[in-house]
């Protein structure tokens, strides 16, 4: 049980307050460019009387739009809007399923929009059917965007509340930069306890040498993995046991993204692929499903995740990492932070099997003496295997 409760979350203005023992759980997304609705962050449900969502993120010149989705279980919504930094004016939109906008907070807006806004932001509430609604934050009409704005959006339906979600979004201010991606909609415990194990790949690493990132029980644990594929430890393979659960849930990220790489889900044996991202059709839709809210339907017992290039990819170090969960949220997290053998140790260690010829590294090694460097017969060899 979290030391910390939504209780701060509450809100006077609105009518609205956490009930005793009230949780909070949070999660990051990401915030790419040229976002639309069809592209917009879910928030996950609203149910009146039951839950709160919350939403933290900063628009920019460079990023000046931001959608996020939610579900209302209710009849009615309330949103309590905050501009943090509050030097340039931010306009708020409520838009329902078909994209129409039923509140708007801009003083260009209609009348009626602005009234909307108005209840919307009361603590009766601005009352609404049942179904996904989006909400769309940015600059107002006549704002300076110089400078960056951060913002929060609290929603609630009802009087009272038992479970926040809060979900932190990170603005992306270049093509070229890093996107999270994860679809999972899991959320973690606020005060969730994190434990960190370090270890590290061996060259021509098979299923029988995995590295073991630990077990999952539905809605209690998480694993974390990050690493690197390199051209001397370019299949990795991790184990890890499903203890309690339905479904598993897999979100992947390559972060260096200048080769193409393939993530693998098989059974204990390491023999049946049950989803791949670069398989069969069915494989593939798997992996979608691992990928999503949803998850892949798994019965408890032990599993296999395989990283590796894709076939013909140029074998680029790429730095990548992934969460494996069960259910909605977790309150433990398990951090496996992996290593990889040099070419050099792997040849020290036996973990290579060389292809080269010898009378080539030699004159390799010989003509380097000669010109005075100061290198290893070791080094000349791992650049030939």
């Keep these: 049980m979290s030391s910390f409760n939504a209780s701060y979350l509450s809100s006077t203005a609105l009518n609205t307050t956490a009930s005793s023992g009230s949780q909070v759980y949070v999660r990051d997304v990401s915030l790419p460019l040229n976002t639309s609705l069809e592209t917009a962050n879910s928030l996950g449900t609203l149910i009146a009387d039951e839950t709160q969502l919350n939403a933290r993120a900063q628009v920019m010149r460079e990023n000046p739009i931001h959608f996020y989705k939610f579900t209302l279980d209710g009849d009615s ?16 939109q409520l838009l329902n399923s078909s994209g129409t906008i039923v509140a708007d907070s801009s003083s260009t807006a209609s009348t009626a929009l602005q009234t909307a806004y108005n209840d919307l932001s009361s603590s009766d509430g601005l009352d609404q059917e049942a179904g996904e609604y989006f909400v769309k934050v940015t600059f107002d009409t006549a704002a300076l965007r110089s400078v960056p704005q951060l913002y929060s959006i609290a929603l609630y339906s ?16 270049l093509e070229r ?3 999270l991606i994860d679809e999972t909609m899991t959320f973690s415990l606020i005060d969730a306890q994190a434990y960190e194990l370090k270890t590290a790949h061996a060259a021509n690493e098979t299923a029988l040498s995995a590295i ?3 077990w999952l029980y539905q809605n209690k644990g998480a694993l974390s993995v990050s690493s690197q594929l390199t051209d001397v430890c370019s299949t990795q393979y991790y184990s890890f046991i499903h203890q309690k659960g339905e479904s598993l849930k897999m979100a992947y990220n390559n972060h260096t993204g200048t080769s193409e790489t393939r993530v693998q889900l ?7 692929v049950l989803a791949d991202s670069h398989g069969t059709q069915d494989q593939q839709a798997a992996y979608a499903a691992l990928s999503s809210s949803e998850g892949l339907d798994a019965g408890a017992g032990p599993y296999l995740i395989k990283v590796s290039y894709v076939a013909g990819e140029r074998k680029t170090k790429q730095i990548y990492d992934f969460k494996v969960f069960s259910g909605t949220s977790y309150d433990s997290l398990y951090k496996t932070s992996v290593g990889t053998e040099s070419g050099e ?19 390799s090694y010989l003509m380097s003496l000669s010109q005075g460097e100061d290198i290893s017969i070791i080094n000349t060899l791992s650049k030939t295997f």
């Excluded at 009802?158 to 201010?173: D, E, L, M, N, R």
């Design 212 to 214: 073991n990132i630990g």
């Design 177 to 179: 930069q890093f996107v």
């Design 266 to 272: 098989y059974d204990s044996s390491g023999t049946q």
């Design 77 to 92: 919504i309330k949103m309590n809007f905050l501009n943090v930094t509050g030097s340039s004016g931010l306009r708020i």
């Design 345 to 363: 140790m792997a040849l020290a260690n036996g973990h290579l099997v060389m292809k080269y010829s010898m009378q080539d590294s030699a004159v």
């Design 158 to 173: 009802g009087t009272h509340f038992t479970t926040s979600y809060q979900t932190v979004g990170k603005a992306q201010s």
